[in-house]
């Protein structure tokens, strides 16, 4: 799919992306190449920062190509380890 206007997705740190499909009969504008998409079709809602309030549809190859950002990382197991054993320093 080509790119057809600029990205009207809202700037954010991070966005939280999940799969979205509906039998309501509605169409939505990509905010990302600006083509229509159906409802009924499998896409993804993309909310800037985990707001669900700003979430927007999109189609999933859209924003597998714009390549967001995800949530903050949290530290692993092996991190959170790492620190209970980690001499302190004077």
């Known amino acids: 799919?080509?790119?057809r206007?600029?990205?009207r997705l809202e700037s954010a740190d991070w966005y939280s992306v999940r799969r979205a499909q509906s039998l309501k009969p509605a169409t939505y504008r990509c905010p990302l190449?600006?083509?229509?998409?159906?409802?009924?079709?499998?896409?993804?809602?993309?909310?800037p920062e985990g707001d669900l309030l700003r979430r927007r549809h999109a189609?999933?190859?859209?924003?597998a190509a714009a390549n967001l950002p995800g949530p903050p990382r949290k530290p692993g197991l092996?991190?959170?380890?790492?620190?209970?054993?980690r001499p302190e320093r004077p």
Do not use: I, K, N, Q
Not at 33 to 47: D, E, I, N, Q, W
Not at 59 to 63: G, N, R, T
């Open 1 to 3: 799919m080509t790119r």
């Open 5 to 7: 206007s600029r990205s």
């Open 33 to 47: 190449c600006g083509y229509r998409l159906h409802a009924m079709s499998p896409h993804v809602l993309v909310a």
């Open 59 to 63: 189609h999933a190859e859209c924003v």
């Open 78 to 85: 092996l991190e959170r380890m790492a620190t209970l054993f």
